[in-house]
């Protein structure tokens, strides 16, 4: 039994992470954090009435090393995972990080898109990000963890097999996503009230999103050539799910049908990664740590639509499959 | 042409005031208040983009007669009216109080109910409730106006029909509302959050609403007795609208047809409440300022059912039909 | 391993249970049948899609049979379960009906709120009523298994209680429940666009619900008198989940305080229902098997306020804790 | 007052339509059609209760004249309304086509994207195109107009200008567009029920939609040259809006401040176009007839988002600018 303990714990990827540890077998709840909120977790989370016994609490590192914990989810702001990280790693714990602190391949890009100076740079370039389907290996071993973005994941999936082989050009790829309202958090403010996102759609943060160089080193990293992206997201009525319309262009012909089919070879013994014929829904993976991608070719571009549940197989999914990874564990424990 | 002004500009219902007014021929919008916000109307209101060409403003009574105001339209939350309703009254202006202020019969109830110091009391059993399908002749003369609260519209337009002629006993009246979330204001806090609102309904205030002394008053009014109603709100996942399901003991036998026959021939000269056959939907009524209402008997009760819209018959559209009458004008103006 | 089969495996209650079959580790699924429908049921529903490899067959009990095929889940139309439940049970399976042939005390009752001739009436008395928390010793040892409705579900666990301990009156019992839309079907009409659902909220089948009589029968079993219950069921914009308000006349003086704790003890050791303290939500139980009850006194009445998931603890949920029971398994299998 | 009848009003436009000719001063709907259906409109459409006491009726081109019709709203689908439309003209009547038969420069191209033959393929090339925004002079003097598609007025609007004066180049031009589900029609079918649409978000017709070839044949007439569109439309979880985000290739350097200077002194007098500084959201425009634009130059791509309401700007309130621009009324009439 892992003793596992959740860093930010109010919020919603960590209600999903708690949700999902509920199923695990191998894994005990130990501790809940938060700087504020001392709550019994279910008053916090009123969905998990009568599964946790346990209560926020504004906790140290050493706090967590005395209770024993394995293995820290840390759900906290950017920069403030990195803060601790250090410490927790240096206790022996393991740490699987849902912020953007160690995403990146340099602290310097890191400090330049989120306008701070980065605590704990040296860990930034050689830590794996946590995207087993292309990264395992790197995880396998690791003790610190990059859980991915959300847009990232429903971008990645679909593009990176595809520039890996040549299929499209990396250098004009874009990339319109749209997004459920649990992707803002749960923080409350006028952008994220009922009647401000119900019966709207909207776009924000055009050409300025910080999960735009994540992708491109990523896709860099898949194309072994530099990628230029244009990224936008779309804030959706509906509580989550991503759906992720890429257009890209041919580098090679291919027909439809044999992009289709070699997507479907490349993912073939993924468990968590469907290749459709039809064009998917948000629907048909929320609430699930799958994503389902298709792709068409329409004229001069190749165009794929991915989608994924932005809560967990863009969370706290995809943090148990990595948490299953580096424990050797099977990777779909609590996740089917 | 009226000059008007609206106090506290920057939440959902002066939102749909100010829309209906632009299409008012006898209104001109002079000033628009907000305590700190001091944003062109347009910005506060994207909706409003190319309508109005005014800036939020803190304004006091004096500031609002020197630009020649005519009446004013107060948004402000309870107590806040009453505060400076004496001065506007003293100055000349009209007032039409979208809030509680005014609705109730004696000072001493509101200050149980919303535990406070009512600023104005003696006005308070002198004000005309601000429902012209019923006290149609108090508003005409009138030059102050309480505008009624959503769900006592929403509740009274069925039943007091009914306890006026005995169909229906006042004394164990139950009233189950529907509202969307528009109705819980535009201020940023976890329960109108779109992820706490969407995919859920939840009852609030059960057996406390402040609505419900409202309700009871108007229906002692229209029975001569006095009224026991209890009363739950719950908060649905849509916009706006809101639907009331009532349930009566009858006083003396009458067909679903003879109800049916009776509400119609009550109701048949208004303009905006119309008795209807089939059970209706508050899609039918939204973004009007129409109430529709049916009538069921069901075993040992009368069920009651009727729709508005919150934020027009609820709110600003029942404001605009008050503002016609207390000017003499045709009482559709601005609202078909 | 036990094997089953599905029928009428193209609706949203069937997804459901193939959702919680997919977590149950003693379930295999052998057969889901459709009348015309032939495609692989991951075509029927995408979100199976590599989940299952089976398609959708129209086969007969004796074709159940070869397959070895223990246990029948029907989510077939009324009436149509019985039409096959005998040949069924005579070829040795067991059955777990989603549908209302078994749930009255009478199949005359059953002809004439349904308006047919029930074709296996002498079943009708004495199958079990298959709600675990007030029916678990009758169902252990069943063959066939009445599964109850979502509406009756979400009634009758708040309001048997306070029955049986003579907290309130069985004689004037009102019920408001307001269900998302899967429960109005799969089928298109209408009724169940989207279009028409969405931003709305309606009233249906007021006073002539067929729910009526199951809850009576049941609130009447637990009291020991008549029941006799006004149901208005009303279409709520969002997926899934049931919130029920109830309104009923205490026979003996209790506090809320009382008739909390005194709903706690009776639940204690139910792990499918959360006594709360604060006003529910559906959110707070969809996608679960849970039901979260509570209860307030306000004037004259005594109401409760109770949520759950119509397809889970309203449908496919209860069907597997009933599957659990019959087969001596912990009864929470599959349900966590 | 102008004698108008509405063919085809049993669905979402017509009710729009419908709505929107109640405000109309110089209106009078005198005929509206089905095929079989023969309701009062108010049962067809419960919100129009009390509106208008016209029933739907079958009716020929004759009886129309008969009765004095001097304009047809046709909301009939594609080829039924170029069935009859010349004996509507023949026989006097002016004709507003809300469905595709008129819209394309040629009924070849009609006929291969459609799949059918034209039945009156030689107005087709010398209908106007019902923008008025970009061919006001054309529409005022006809007695034939061609109401554009909901998709292409959202695509135009912002792309048109930007053509015109060669800052973008119109031979890579990638649209990426997001509706409601009104857009899907009133007709039942598995893909627009609730349960289908609600938290979900899905892209259909990849590269095949109808509007595509409208849409390029408007950006060449902009342009001057062939324009090569790759469209996307999503379906959204919303009644009505359409959210279009197009991205294109700059043709000479300009800034993001000059493109949206550009663009403000283009629509600077036009009473439906608002070109806005902030990302719009489809909420800012819903329920009228106005269009909301803005740009973002990113990285190497020129980003346009723009908004507007299907069923009004896309369809009833375009309609109705144009019923106004051939009758030489205000152009707002009714609109505001």
Known sequence: ?????????????????????????????????????????????????????????????????????????????????????????????????????????????????????????????????????LFRDQIKGARLVANPGCYPTSAILPLAPLLKNDYISPDDVIIDSKSGVSGAGRKPSLKNLYPECNEAISAYGVGTHRHTPEIEEILMNASGREAKVVFTPHLTPMDRGILTTTYSKPLKSATQEELLAYLREFYENEPFVQVVDALPS???????????????????????????DNLIKGAAGAAVQNFNLIHDLDETTALI
Chains 1, 2, 3, 4 share one sequence.
């Open 1 to 133: 039994m892992f003793k596992v303990a959740i860093l930010g714990a109010t919020g919603y990827t960590a209600l999903e992470l708690l949700k999902l540890l509920r199923r695990h077998p191998f894994v005990e709840v130990v501790a809940v954090t938060s700087r504020e909120n001392t709550n019994p977790i279910a008053v916090v989370h009123p969905s998990l009435t009568g599964q946790y016994d346990v209560n926020c609490e504004n906790l140290k590192p050493t706090d967590l090393a005395e209770r024993g914990v394995d293995t820290v989810f840390s759900c906290l702001p950017h920069t403030a995972t990195a803060a601790v990280a250090p410490e927790l790693l240096e206790l022996g714990m393991k740490v699987i990080d849902f912020g953007a602190d160690y995403r990146l391949n340099s602290a310097e890009v890191f400090n330049k898109w989120y306008n701070v100076t980065h605590p704990d740079p040296d860990r930034v370039p050689n830590t794996p990000y946590g995207l087993p389907e």
């Open 282 to 308: 948000t629907k048909d993976v929320i609430y699930t740590n799958r994503c389902h991608i298709t792709v068409r070719v329409v004229g001069p571009r190749v165009v794929t639509v991915s989608v994924i």
